[in-house]
């Protein structure tokens, strides 16, 4: 079975880190390009990271660059998005997803909710 299992959510004041991992299960990673997306009350979804399945570049949205890392553990089958510097404005459910760096997607994620406030 296919699944892709988010976790490492939580509260977290601004200026602070957070680090979440995508697990997936039934199917290798490594085959495919890796998106993260976050789709805050009332907005949009936002792609804000992706890792390239073809040479394992990573790119980031402008809004979250420098203060996000986005990486591949290939042994685990897991990518982890280590987010540092947190705002409030970045308050979403985060989504990891593949198929197309930045969509369209073959696969989601149940989400995992990041609420950064004082």
């Known amino acids: 079975q296919v699944q892709l299992v988010e976790s490492g959510g939580g509260l977290v004041q601004p200026g602070g880190s957070l680090r979440l991992s995508c697990a997936a299960s039934?199917?290798?990673?490594?085959?495919?390009?890796i998106g993260w997306v976050r789709q805050a009350p009332g907005k949009e979804r936002e792609g804000v990271a992706c890792?390239?399945?073809?040479?394992?570049?990573?790119y980031y949205a402008d809004s979250v660059k420098v203060r996000i890392t986005n990486s591949r553990k290939n042994a685990k089958n897991t990518v982890y998005l280590q987010m540092n510097s947190l705002k409030p404005e970045d308050t979403a459910v985060y989504y990891c997803?593949?198929?197309?760096?930045?969509?369209?997607?073959?696969?989601w994620g149940q989400g995992t909710q990041v609420t950064v406030s004082s």
């Open positions: 039934g199917f290798t990673l490594d085959y495919y390009a």
């Open positions: 997803a593949v198929g197309g760096c930045w969509g369209p997607y073959d696969y």
């Open positions: 890792i390239s399945r073809m040479d394992g570049s990573t």
